[in-house]
């Protein structure tokens, strides 16, 4: 689930995971599937790490220099 809503909590939703992702990125960039091994056991399938990406992306908050996945400033 994306969003928080009667059934699911705020810390079992994409939106808070996406926030792993953020905190994981080094400015210089990092390889999406090194981030995923770091991150992997935050997410509880990879889709969901898919959907974060997802998020942030239409967000406007990473972007994708080369292979590198980096922060917008």
Do not use: H, W
Not at 23 to 39: F, H, Q, R, S, T
Not at 56 to 70: A, H, Q, S, V, W
Request: with cysteine.
């Amino acid at each position: 689930m994306i969003f928080p809503n009667k059934l699911v909590p705020f810390q079992d939703t994409i939106l808070k995971k996406s926030i792993y992702i953020l905190k994981e990125i080094p400015d210089e960039g990092i390889n999406v599937a090194e981030l995923y091994e770091i991150l992997k056991d935050k997410f509880e399938i990879v889709t969901e790490y898919q959907q974060a990406l997802d998020l942030l992306y239409c967000l406007d908050k990473i972007y994708l220099n080369g292979e590198k996945l980096c922060l917008r400033k």
